[in-house]
């Protein structure tokens, strides 16, 4: 059962590894120095259900590093030893570095006694044999420059210019978004609850109003704030809704919002780090302590390839 407050609030825990893979090597903004950017050194352990995790594949597929770091995939069923490896599953993986049943296993290699929260995403350096980085924040902005040498795909989704107010905006959407739709699906008190509904829900209302005037968060670009965005909206409708009781209104009911999960779903290679088979499967069998039963529903349709005025803001 994940961890709450004495208000029945959800509480995220810390991520436990914080180093950074740089173009030298050096140190980054935290952690231990000596990760330099080479191909085919790092691996990412990932569950195709987590939207951290799922931030860290759109941006392998962006920035072309497929060949450069590779990926196992856990399962989407989670019992009580957290993730682990099933390749009966479709789409799932084997553990390819250590053929490990379990992820806390990869944890205990560098920490025997761990005992932690294991979590998605864990970046892995194969030549030191240990974690790098559990952050999908931190790992992403690795992706997005550090590995600039050996790719041709240049783009800086975290330029300089816009950095405050990507910061701002990750802020606000990380507390009322990101995790707000946790903090109501895990809430265990009526306020808690109400407490993280209304505040989710006053927030994709200023994001409507927002994307009513500009395409992107942060203006007529893509940004950091948008990939950060994206994974929980494309959950929200197939799960979020229901499971996690966020139903005052559904992304498609949004018009603006769902345009622009849309333009982002349509943009090259995304598409095809979304696996909505495992993302149903994992909340629903997963959680068992809100969903018992654990029947997976077969709905809804959704359509985020439909048409829509992606040209608005062009």
């Known amino acids: 059962m994940p961890h709450t407050n004495a208000d029945g609030e959800f509480i995220r825990w810390e991520s436990a590894f914080r180093s950074w893979i740089t173009p030298d090597g050096q140190a980054g903004p935290s952690g231990q120095a000596g990760f330099a950017a080479e191909p085919n050194r790092y691996h990412l352990f990932v569950s195709y259900a987590c939207p951290w995790a799922h931030r860290t594949l759109i941006y392998r597929r962006l920035k072309k590093l497929e060949e450069f770091i590779s990926v196992s995939v856990v399962s989407p069923d989670m019992g009580p030893e957290s993730w682990h490896f099933d390749p009966t599953f479709p789409g799932s993986t084997v553990d390819h ?11 205990r290699k560098v920490r025997p006694d761990f005992d932690g929260v294991v979590t998605v995403p864990v970046l892995w350096d ?57 903090r109501c699906g895990f809430a265990t008190s009526q306020q808690a609850y109400e407490k993280a509904f209304d505040s989710l829900f006053s927030t994709l209302d200023d994001l409507e109003q927002r994307l009513s005037q ?16 994206l994974p929980t909206l494309l959950r929200f409708d197939p799960v979020y809704v229901g499971h996690f009781k966020c139903n005052l209104r559904r992304i498609a009911d949004f018009p603006n919002l769902c345009n622009y999960t849309r333009d ?46 992606r040209e608005r803001f062009s």
């Open 97 to 107: 570095i250590y053929n490990s049943k379990f992820l806390y296993e990869v944890y």
């Open 126 to 182: 194969k030549k030191q044999n240990t974690i790098v980085n559990n952050e999908s924040s931190e790992i992403i902005r690795m992706l997005n420059s550090a590995f600039n040498e050996f790719t041709d795909v240049k783009t800086d989704y975290y330029p300089e210019a816009l950095r405050t107010e990507i910061d701002a905006i990750n802020h606000v959407v990380y507390d009322h978004i990101n995790n707000g739709v946790y």
């Open 214 to 229: 500009q395409r992107f968060l942060a203006g007529g670009q893509i940004t950091e704030a948008d990939w950060r965005l």
């Open 264 to 309: 982002l779903y349509q943009h090259p290679g995304v598409a095809e780090t979304f696996e909505l088979n495992h993302v149903k499967r994992h909340y629903y069998f997963s959680h068992e302590s809100i969903n018992p039963t654990r029947i997976v529903p077969k709905g809804p349709e959704l359509d985020y390839m439909a048409p829509h005025d």
